[in-house]
């Protein structure tokens, strides 16, 4: 069972930046393309970011483009999203989640494994 934990977030002022870390345990993490999604009060989980299992590949959610970036590190067991120009509404929780089947997806219904989430606040 694999086990994920993510950490970074709190509050950001609107244009600043941060780094959220998601670490992996319970299974081989180089066997799982992972993704980072994101719910706002009211809202439904969204897709940000995925990458596959040995960083070749990633997809952004438009909303993110050229301001977010997701890489890994499989040596560490860990999948980072490194945020930039933060908005007001980048406001929300942000989960990472884990993939076992091959190839990148924007659905969270194709993830297997969840963090419990992080909250990530961007004040002006």
């Known amino acids: 069972q694999v086990q994920l934990v993510e950490s970074g977030g709190g509050l950001v002022q609107v244009g600043g930046s941060t780094r959220l870390s998601c670490a992996a345990s319970?299974?081989?993490?180089?066997?799982?393309?992972m993704g980072w999604f994101r719910q706002a009060p009211g809202k439904e989980r969204e897709f940000v970011a995925a990458?596959?299992?040995?960083?070749?590949?990633?997809n952004y959610a438009d909303s993110v483009k050229g301001r977010f970036t997701i890489s890994r590190d499989n040596a560490k067991n860990t999948v980072y999203l490194q945020m930039n120009s933060l908005k007001p509404e980048d406001t929300a929780v942000y989960y990472c989640?884990?993939?076992?089947?091959?190839?990148?997806?924007?659905?969270?219904?194709?993830?297997?494994?969840w963090g419990q989430g992080t909250q990530v606040t961007v004040s002006s």
């Open positions: 990458i596959s299992r040995g960083s070749s590949a990633t």
């Open positions: 319970g299974g081989t993490f180089s066997n799982y393309a």
């Open positions: 989640a884990g993939r076992s089947r091959l190839g990148l997806s924007q659905n969270a219904a194709m993830y297997d494994y």
